[in-house]
């Protein structure tokens, strides 16, 4: 006898025990929003976008799956930050400059502590005591065109102004010159803020600080990151032992890598700044890939490595993903990150300072603007390779090109510095192309 299938289920209707779900499941109602579009279709992964889009993209394919993970994940991301105001602790503060955008632009101050306090910060035998080891101003464009991060080596001799702590108690300034982290010392990042105002005339809109383990567990998270490493290093006064090639490093080695200053390049800081600029590019890069935006185990373990014990003035997870959305259509090519121009300086010890082109970064800053050729002749981008050399199709066009070979025409570089005589003319010439480094400034560097 000839038989005959049982029906299939009609929408909505019963579905037989251990059958599969269809592609469109009728456990869920089909959700529509403007036009035909189905919301809950997961759109393909693209690579180069900005890297808060790595906590959106996540949280929406939790909330296809549960509403219930998606709150749990919520809380417990937010329950890692720890939220701290510093606003009445700073004084005489820059007024921000009106420009033209959606949106407003936005200031992050981001500082790297050096503390050694906590399990797993004690990686390299130093007694440390919670120096800002890493400070990088990171602008967020009011278009949402662009974005660039703005190192400062902490060996640059300024002179502190004076800080105020909890209770308004002042810290006197220094009165004269001192490396540039030991405000972090002096007052915490209220004070490093408040250095940074007063001699930029930048307004911060927010801040955050990151310690070493942090760090170390988000590359962890991402199994590894990409570096060139030139030739083999061996320091065995700080335990740094690292083989040269191409390769992806994470854990103590990661950790080691980016600090590292001796026997690696010219072992300056601004060049071990470098290094970091070029580690924490293929850090973005390797959070945005395809195939990190489908698992999301590791998107659950980076989110959670990257909020761990934050210090931070943003009020939450919420926050961030409301500038994650409004910033989603930066590429990777369009995030830039360059040095304060700098010269040697026998003002502190093994020090550096700043040469006057400094304003001009400043007054990019302060209106709003993309970085001129002469800087962007020596910066690396999110979308470059380990080495330093831009990705395919990263690099500027060739009016670009030229305007940059005749920036360095018109430009000078002392003792390794990003220096220039350039005029406002070049200054207002913006542009986002770039070449990388020189063959010499990845040498410097040490990178390939």
């Known amino acids: 006898m000839t038989q005959v299938a049982p029906p299939r289920p009609t929408p909505g209707g019963p579905r037989e025990p251990g059958s599969r779900a269809r592609r469109v499941s009728t456990s869920r ?6 036009g035909t579009r189905v919301a809950g279709r997961r759109k393909r992964p693209q690579p180069g976008k900005v890297v808060f889009k790595v906590i959106i993209s996540s949280l929406l394919g939790l909330g296809l799956l549960t509403g219930v993970g998606v709150v749990a994940l919520y809380n417990n991301l937010n329950g890692n930050i720890q939220h701290e ?16 955008g959606p949106q407003e632009p936005l200031n992050v101050l981001v500082m790297g502590s050096d503390t050694r306090s906590g399990e797993g910060n004690g990686i390299d035998g130093e007694a440390g005591g919670g120096l800002s080891d ?32 909890h209770d308004g108690k002042e810290i006197a300034g220094s009165g004269g ?31 955050v600080v990151v310690d070493f383990n942090q760090f170390k567990d988000m590359v962890n998270a991402l199994d590894g990151v990409e570096v060139c490493i030139p030739e083999d290093i061996d320091d065995p006064n700080h335990d740094v032992h690292l083989e040269a090639g191409t390769r992806e490093i994470k ?20 060049n071990r700044t470098r290094r970091q600029q070029a580690f924490i590019g293929s850090m973005i890069n390797k959070a945005l890939t395809a195939g990190m935006l489908a698992r999301p185990d590791r998107l659950i373990r980076f989110m959670n490595a990257a909020t761990s014990s934050l210090q931070t003035d943003f009020d939450g997870i919420a926050e961030m993903a409301d500038i994650a959305l409004t910033a989603k259509g930066i590429g990777a090519d369009n995030i830039k990150f360059v040095t304060t121009p700098w010269v040697y300086s026998d ?5 550096i300072e700043w040469t006057p082109e400094v304003d001009k970064l400043w007054r990019l800053v302060r209106k709003d603007k ?19 050399t831009p990705s395919a199709g990263g690099s500027g066009s060739a009016s670009d090109k030229a ?20 005029t406002d003319t070049a200054t207002d010439d913006t542009t986002n192309g770039s070449d990388g480094l020189s063959d010499e400034g990845r040498a410097a560097a040490g990178l390939c």
């Open 177 to 207: 010159y001192v490396k540039w982290n030991e405000a972090y010392a002096s007052g915490g990042p209220a004070c490093t803020i408040q250095q940074f105002e007063q001699l930029s005339r930048v307004r911060i809109d927010n801040y």
């Open 134 to 165: 890493t400070t990088i101003l990171f602008h967020l464009s009011a278009d949402r065109t662009f974005a660039y991060g703005i190192s400062i080596p902490r060996d640059s001799a300024v002179i502190r102004p004076t800080c105020y702590d």
């Open 347 to 351: 003002k502190v010890s093994a020090g």
């Open 403 to 422: 305007s940059d070979k005749a920036s360095d025409s018109a430009s000078g570089s002392a003792s390794g510095g990003a220096t220039g005589g350039a």
């Open 29 to 34: 109602p089909v959700r529509r929003t403007r």
């Open 251 to 270: 854990g103590k080695e990661a950790l080691t890598y980016v600090r590292a200053r001796y026997r690696i390049g010219d072992g300056t800081d601004p």
């Open 85 to 100: 105001e510093v606003d009445a602790q700073l004084k005489n503060r820059p007024d921000k400059e009106a420009v033209a």
């Open 370 to 388: 993309p970085l001129t050729s002469e800087f962007l002749k020596d910066a690396l981008s999110a979308g470059d390779k380990p080495d330093g």
